[in-house]
Structure formats: C-alpha cells, structure tokens
C-alpha cells in the first residue's frame, strides 16, 4: 500500500513521498456543488472580495438588461481581465461563466421547444426554472463572495478553469 517502512496497520498512511502527488498550497479542494470552497491559505479581502462579487452580479445584471442572451459576458470579462492575479476571483469568474454557459444551452433549448408551437409550456418551464435557478445560485455566490468564500456552482460546463 505505501512504500513506507515505518509505517503501521492501524494508522493513517503517510503523505506520497513523489512531489508531483502533492497537492500545492493554494491547490483547492472538489467541494459538492453548491457548497463554500475555502481551500486557500488566506481568504480573499478588498478588491479580490469586489471582483468576486462582481463576478457573481454581473450575470444577473446582464440578464436583465439583455433578457438573458448576454449572460455569459460578465463572468468571462472579469476571469480576462483578472484571472492572473488573484486565484479565488479566476475561480468565481470561471464558475459563474461555466454555469451560465450551461444555462445559456437550457435556454435556447427552451426557444427550440417554444418555436415548435406545440411544447411552448415546457418552454415556459424551462425558462422559468432557469431563472429561478440562475438567480438563486449568483445570489448565494455573490454573498458568499462578500463572505470572502468561493461558490462551486451547481450545473456547470466545464470550459474555463
């Protein structure tokens, strides 16, 4: 089981001895969606807590504004603009693109049932719990974020890292 000689039945093994098996400092943790990530060694604080939420808000405002076609654009600007320099805003700014991208897909799949005419109410469902759904999930993030924790939205297409 481990290369160790010391080491005894009973006890916890001991950490790899390779380096590369050893996760790093501000390597974070796989939470369950929905749940806080707070694997790094200091939380977030100021400007790193600001663009965290504006990560988070971003898309809800986006939302409103452009009746949720734009989404996607908020999230993706700031993990740009901010992505190599603080590792808990790349993180927001990726969740919340991710999640939106997802529910962006749900979306058009809601216009693709509405334009066949006769599924316009699972349309109206679908869309209904996108927002409710979207709402909810950038709302905890963003208050979480002022908390100086990271969210792990739920329902994510993993392409931004």
Partial sequence: ????????????????????????????QQPYAGQPQQAYQRRPEGEERTWMILAHLSAPIAMIVSAGWLTILGPLLVW?????????????????FNFNLSFWVMTVIGWI?????????????????????????????????SKGQVYTYPFQLPVLS
């Fill in 1 to 28: 089981m481990t290369d160790n000689p010391q080491w005894q039945p009973g006890q916890p093994p001991p950490p790899p001895s390779d380096p590369s098996q050893q996760p790093y400092a501000g390597q974070p």
């Fill in 80 to 96: 740009l603009f901010k992505k190599d320099s603080s590792p808990a805003v790349r993180q927001a700014a990726a969740g919340a």
């Fill in 113 to 145: 049932c509405f334009l066949t005419i006769i599924l316009i109410p699972v349309a109206v469902v679908i869309w209904i719990i996108v927002f409710l759904v979207a709402l909810y999930a950038h709302l905890r993030g963003a208050w979480l974020a």
